[in-house]
């Protein structure tokens, strides 16, 4: 079955190659590997280059472990890099972020006070802090690092804190600042299917179903759709009165999501109204 993540927060957490994440665990554990054996006693200068490399290597393995969910280990990971380098911000950061998913929110906060201590113009610590400050319900100050993150040019995923910002805002019952945020996070990457998702939802829930229509013409179609767009798509058709459109929709979600408990609901309440 597939899972929503429409209303999952983006987290700034690179690899710096487009390859599987398993794949990646070896190269880089290889990597490590040839890095020890071929240490033997040099001068200060290689051996600073050297624990440099290995701490590099180590924190791409640690980013690695966190994409594939295993936090716990990343954590390790991250804290070796720390042992070697105490102000290494990325690891910082990191190390933050698997202390949040490991349920240490206190400590995770710690962690990325001081990466943004040492980096305070670094957007992605600004995103990321603005997530860990929305999880600990305190989604007005998450919205100040948010904007933090998008005023600065050079962040190269602006998407990912306007989508955070606007997933944020609707803790606070602020659809309009919500749907402003979504907007920006399309124009920044307009293949980001989660913020098509909230825009569609914000739009039915005005009363717009025309508009709410253009949204799931688009993500529909993409396969990345979860049940609950099925369902509202299907009820926007309802309600726009198109039954042939809302019949072709609910066949695609049943071919989709066939064990879905909103489907069948619909379908007998469907079945019941003939």
Known sequence: MRISKSTAPILDVLLR???????????IFSALLSLAACTTVPRDAGSAADIERRASARLELAKAYFAEGNHAIALEEANRVLDVDPARVDALGLRALALMRLGEPEAARQSMTQALRLAPDDPALHNNMGWLLCETGQPEQALIF???????????????????????????????????YFK?????????????????????????????????????????????????????????????????????????????PQLQAYLSNDINER
């Open 17 to 27: 190659f487009p390859v599987k994440v398993s794949m990646k665990l070896w190269i």
């Open 146 to 180: 948010f904007d933090r993150a998008l005023a600065h040019k050079r962040y190269a995923a602006p998407a990912n804190a306007a989508m955070n910002a606007g997933l944020c805002s609707l803790r606070l019952n602020k659809f309009e600042r919500a749907e402003q």
């Open 184 to 260: 920006r996070a399309l124009q920044a990457d307009a293949g980001l299917l989660a913020a098509r998702s909230q825009l569609a939802r914000l739009a039915a829930q005005r009363g717009d179903y025309r508009q709410a229509r253009l949204h799931f013409t688009i993500l529909l179609p993409s396969g990345q759709a979860s049940s609950q767009d099925y369902a509202l798509a299907v009820d926007t058709e309802r309600r726009l009165g198109d039954r042939d459109a809302e019949r072709s929709i609910a066949a695609q979600w049943k071919r989709m999501f066939p064990e879905s």
